[in-house]
């Protein structure tokens, strides 16, 4: 599966495993005698929250969101628009949002805040990646997957182009591809 394009496997297809059962249960402990809403950010959280579901042993929800960034001008202020919302309300509810990495954190800045405004009970981030050297925003993130350094990546749901979301590990691309 290994193609000219990337540059370096980062994280392989046993090291996720491992440690998505570790975040599974972790969380499990966090949210005994609770039913948190787990809220994937589409496309890219997809396989990461389709495996970290089934290490979860309490019960809980899903629910999805789309969003994607305003360009330019949203990197001041982190908005984004919202393509598809949430099918359900988070009012009184314990939110889980699960993404696929950490960047600049606008985004999950914004989405936390506005969570919170609609009326949730908590609102917790579990990202399986976060290259903290690029964060322009603090923010508090919950539960980690793996941190890595500042490269484009790819696999486990994260594309480019499109492309390589299926790819069972995390790699690096090649830096001539992306720059
Ligand atoms: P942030 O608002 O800068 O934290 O943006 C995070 C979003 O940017 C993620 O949900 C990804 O969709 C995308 N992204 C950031 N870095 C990468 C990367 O290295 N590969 C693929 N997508 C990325
Ligand atoms: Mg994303």
């Given at each position: 599966m290994e193609d000219q394009m990337i540059k370096e496997i980062l994280v392989s297809e046993e090291q996720i495993k491992k440690r998505v059962k570790e975040l599974g249960e972790q969380i499990t402990k966090d949210y005994q005698g609770k039913e948190p809403v787990v809220v994937g950010i589409l496309?890219?959280?997809?396989?990461?929250?389709?495996?970290?579901?089934?290490?979860?042993?309490?019960?809980?929800?899903?629910?999805?969101?789309?969003?994607?960034?305003?360009?330019?001008?949203?990197?001041?202020?982190?908005e984004v628009r919202i393509i598809k919302d949430l099918d359900f309300s988070v009012e009184e509810k314990d939110i889980i949002i699960v993404e696929d990495i950490i960047d600049t954190g606008l985004t999950l800045g914004y989405l936390k805040e506005l969570l919170v405004k609609?009326?949730?009970?908590?609102?917790?981030?579990c990202?399986?990646?976060?290259?903290?050297?690029?964060?322009?925003?603090?923010?508090?993130?919950?539960?980690?997957?793996?941190?890595?350094?500042?490269?484009?990546?790819?696999?486990?749901?994260?594309?480019?182009?499109?492309?390589?979301?299926?790819?069972?590990?995390?790699?690096?691309?090649?830096e001539e591809y992306y720059k």
């Amino acid at each position: 599966m290994e193609d000219q394009m990337i540059k370096e496997i980062l994280v392989s297809e046993e090291q996720i495993k491992k440690r998505v059962k570790e975040l599974g249960e972790q969380i499990t402990k966090d949210y005994q005698g609770k039913e948190p809403v787990v809220v994937g950010i589409l496309k890219g959280a997809v396989v990461f929250l389709s495996d970290l579901i089934r290490e979860i042993k309490i019960p809980i929800h899903i629910d999805f969101m789309a969003v994607s960034s305003y360009g330019k001008s949203s990197i001041s202020t982190g908005e984004v628009r919202i393509i598809k919302d949430l099918d359900f309300s988070v009012e009184e509810k314990d939110i889980i949002i699960v993404e696929d990495i950490i960047d600049t954190g606008l985004t999950l800045g914004y989405l936390k805040e506005l969570l919170v405004k609609r009326g949730a009970d908590s609102v917790k981030i579990c990202t399986l990646l976060d290259k903290p050297e690029r964060r322009k925003i603090n923010i508090n993130v919950d539960y980690i997957g793996f941190t890595i350094p500042d490269e484009f990546i790819i696999g486990y749901g994260l594309d480019y182009n499109e492309k390589y979301r299926n790819y069972p590990f995390v790699a690096a691309l090649k830096e001539e591809y992306y720059k």
